[in-house]
């Protein structure tokens, strides 16, 4: 069958008109995911910032002065309060933390921070058992932080400790999130002041 003159023109133009629609279409979905890649990426800075962050961020700390030597008796555990270190203006008492603070001998001192260890309840001193009790699930410490009973699996944390004169200092450390800033039990922690 013979195909006329006309036909065959518009055919052609049909099979432009054809390939004019794909290429359109192609380019939206360049542009779709281009701006969805954009904004994904926008997106995700701020939340690759926040999990970064700690990492990136040197760990801040800061001594804080909680007494004078002679305030504190040999043998005594006496709960101390200081800022942390990430303290602002006007954070009111957010900004204060409280820690365990015991005298040792006449030069050494230790100081236990005061969250459980297991999920991060404050612990009581107990002095007629010399013990650190916790009221949320019974954990239990001896006088040196070392977890005798109860669910938690590691002993209290620790502040380093130093002697400035005759002032006691604390070793502040941000606000404490359990198992993510804790200080941990570093040998020098251990050792507390005077070691
Ligand atoms: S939080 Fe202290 S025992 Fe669970």
Known sequence: MKVSREEKQLRREQKRALQRDRQ????????????????????????????????????????????????????????????VADAREGQGVSSTVGAWLRRTSESRFVCFQMNCTHLGCPVHWVPSSELFLCPCHGG?????????AGPPRIPLRRHAVRLVGDTVEVQAQPIPLPGLNGPGLTGSDQRGAGS
């Not at 926040?50 to 760990?59: E, F, I, M, R, Y």
């Not at 800061?62 to 555990?77: E, H, I, L, M, Y």
């Not at 239990?140 to 005798?148: E, H, K």
């Open 140 to 148: 239990v410490y001896d006088q040196t932080g070392r977890n005798v």
């Open 24 to 83: 359109e279409k192609r380019r939206q979905v360049l542009i779709i995911f281009g701006a969805g890649g954009a904004a994904a990426v926008a997106a995700g800075i701020p939340v690759v910032g926040v999990l970064l962050a700690p990492a990136l961020t040197p760990s801040q700390t800061a001594w804080r002065a909680v007494g004078k030597v002679s305030d504190f008796q040999v043998g005594q555990t006496t709960e101390v309060k200081f800022r």
